[in-house]
């Protein structure tokens, strides 16, 4: 069972443009979690989120967490070369002992 | 600090063997868990713990068994390995509560022939 489903699943950009990543599910999860993986690595946590319609800002790279904690969004602004990877959400389940991973979004960013 | 170390890096098995993938941490974190990597999957829960002793199954635990005999230890056996258990296996730590924002290890990269 597939709780978070990102979209798109791969995307493909020029350097100097904004995107945006999804990540939804019809489960409500005490928070949420970004992370950004590199071939042949862990995933690397870039962000946590925790109330519902909060926002946070990590440089060019903003987070929202939905406001019924259902969904999140990672948005991009001016799209770097090393912003190239697979960006995972991750929802903690009620009780927070599971974790449910989306299925991925690869980004590659193009010189 | 080390952080979270797995080993082997890779593995090649044959249908049947059994082995151990390794997972330690030294960050004193209570809660550690194994995910399998599969593509187009994501990361999928195999089993996890919330402090020594202390075990439960996550969303695919079945033909994996593991234990927590110490805070810094988690290994995860598979008795039986399966060509369906070809993955990336990655081990992760956290401390409990509202957060639980995880570091994960490099990774073991299992082949089951």
């Known amino acids: 069972t597939q709780l978070l489903e990102q979209s798109p699943q791969f995307l493909s950009i020029q350097e100097g443009e904004n995107l945006t990543v999804y990540c939804n599910s019809s489960s409500v999860f005490s928070s949420l979690q970004w992370y950004r993986q590199e071939p042949g690595e862990g995933p690397v946590l870039l962000v946590t989120v925790v109330t519902g319609g909060e926002v946070k800002k990590l440089k060019r790279l903003t987070f929202q967490f939905g406001d019924a904690r259902k969904d999140s969004s990672l948005h991009i602004t001016a799209a770097q070369p090393g912003d190239t990877g697979l960006y995972l959400c991750?929802?903690?389940?009620?009780?927070?002992?599971?974790?449910?991973f989306g299925t991925g979004t690869s980004l590659t960013v193009i010189p | 600090n080390a952080g979270v170390t797995q080993t082997p890096k890779f593995q090649v098995l044959k249908t049947g063997q059994s082995m151990t993938l390794q997972c330690a941490q030294d960050?004193?974190?209570?809660?550690m868990s194994w995910y399998r990597q599969d593509p187009g999957m994501g990361l999928r829960l195999i089993h996890y713990?919330?402090?020594?002793?202390?075990?439960d199954q996550g969303e695919v635990p079945n033909g994996y068994n593991v234990s927590r005999s110490t805070t810094e230890d988690f290994p995860l056996r598979l008795l039986s390995a399966a060509p369906s258990q070809t993955s990336v296996y990655f081990c992760a730590s956290s401390y409990m509560g509202h957060s639980y924002e995880q570091y994960f290890g490099p990774g073991t990269r299992l082949t089951v022939t």
């Open positions: 991750a929802g903690a389940g009620m009780p927070s002992n599971q974790f449910y």
């Open positions: 713990s919330v402090g020594a002793g202390i075990t």
């Open positions: 960050m004193n974190h209570e809660y």
